[in-house]
């Protein structure tokens, strides 16, 4: 299966989202692997027999959200530099969406930028991160604040790579899945709420939904400056969970279960949600074992964290919360005591 991306000739090429069995890869120049040592213990080989290259290296860096640094990308280049790779070059990322962010970022500077190849080995990366061009390292201030707009030049989706995922990796990816249904198609959601994904038929016609949903959003919202931030629905709270959590407590996509659930309880306390559709969703995270509770420890510092987060524009926040399960509403700078009353329910939910 073939999904394209085409995207505006005068700012990037599109691409293809190949779904299914991994083809054989054939690469006019020099190329370099990143991955991390768990990856490449468990499928490195299986992948070098699939990649045809002038010179094929192997680039491998530690495994964990809190190695998405500048120091990691440093090493990546120093590597590349050491291989004499050149302009014509292309980097593949073997892995999570950690790695793929890494890499693409990598090669978005590396002699002002090479292609790159997105070969994700996770759900969660295979239905959300490899796909659209965000790449980005983290750093003290918060997530990927640092990084670039910089597509890929095909993406190959292989479920086979699953089979070895752990259950909360598999669970996390599943969180972004729900994401994209809540946001965009009541149909798919109410499919979600009748199908187990850990049928491998009913999974693959997840992944496929999903990767189509976001492939229309990125058409046309490449530089997520309209409909592509709607996204980032539940990523505002997740993103302010996980820097204070220290990177690596939460998976990301778990991070983002427990945000979601409180996008849909200030939605509702705003008015614009229904209690029984925020109970719906909150079911159906829990039935992949996903997070769904959070303790603040403090509610003023953590809303004080949401203008560090790179959706804030001019000392205002901005929420995507569900209207109705399949369609959005953008929540621009809500009142300050709204928001607090939501985050003093969960500060509480830590005396309990």
Do not use: C
């Not at 931030?229 to 990523?235: F, R, S």
């Amino acid at each position: 299966m073939e999904i394209p991306i085409s995207l505006p000739a005068q700012t990037t090429r599109g691409y293809t989202i190949y779904i299914d069995n991994m083809p054989q890869i054939k690469i006019e120049g020099k190329a370099a692997i990143v991955t991390n040592p768990k990856v490449a213990g468990l499928h490195l080989g299986k992948v070098l027999e699939k990649i045809e290259a002038k010179e094929l290296y192997v680039v491998t860096i530690p495994d964990g959200e809190e190695y998405k640094s500048m120091e990691t990308v440093e090493f990546i280049l120093e590597r590349l530099f050491d291989h004499r790779l050149d302009r014509k070059s292309t980097l593949i990322a073997f892995g999570g969406g950690v790695i793929g962010d890494i890499t693409g970022f990598t090669a978005s500077i590396f002699q002002r930028g090479i292609d790159f190849i997105q070969i994700p080995t996770t759900l969660l990366a295979q239905v959300d991160a490899s796909v659209g061009g965000k790449t980005g390292i983290n750093n003290r201030f918060g997530k990927n604040l640092v990084g670039a707009f910089h597509q890929p030049r095909a993406v190959y989706i292989d479920t086979a790579w699953l089979k070895t995922l752990p259950e909360r990796e598999f669970a996390a990816g599943v969180a972004e899945i729900i994401k994209m249904a809540v946001m965009f198609d009541r149909e798919f959601f109410q499919w979600l709420e009748e199908h187990d994904l850990k049928n491998e038929k009913s999974l693959k016609e997840a992944i496929r939904k999903s990767v189509e949903l976001k492939a229309k959003i990125v058409k046309e919202d490449e530089k997520e400056k309209g409909v592509r931030a709607v996204l980032n629905y539940g990523h505002t709270f997740a993103h302010v969970i996980e820097n204070f959590s220290g990177y690596g407590s939460y998976l990301h996509g778990e991070a983002v279960s427990i945000g979601m659930v409180m996008a849909n309880e200030l939605a509702v306390l705003s008015g614009s949600f229904s209690k029984e559709e925020a109970k719906r969703v909150q079911e159906v995270l829990k039935r992949y074992g996903l997070p769904v509770e959070y303790r603040i420890e403090s509610a003023e510092r953590f809303y004080e964290h949401f203008f560090l987060d790179k959706k804030s524009h001019d000392n205002t926040i901005t929420f995507i919360v569900p209207e109705t399960i399949g369609r959005y509403r953008i929540l621009v700078e809500p009142k300050r005591e709204l928001v607090l009353s939501l985050l003093k329910k969960y500060e509480k939910r830590r005396e309990d």
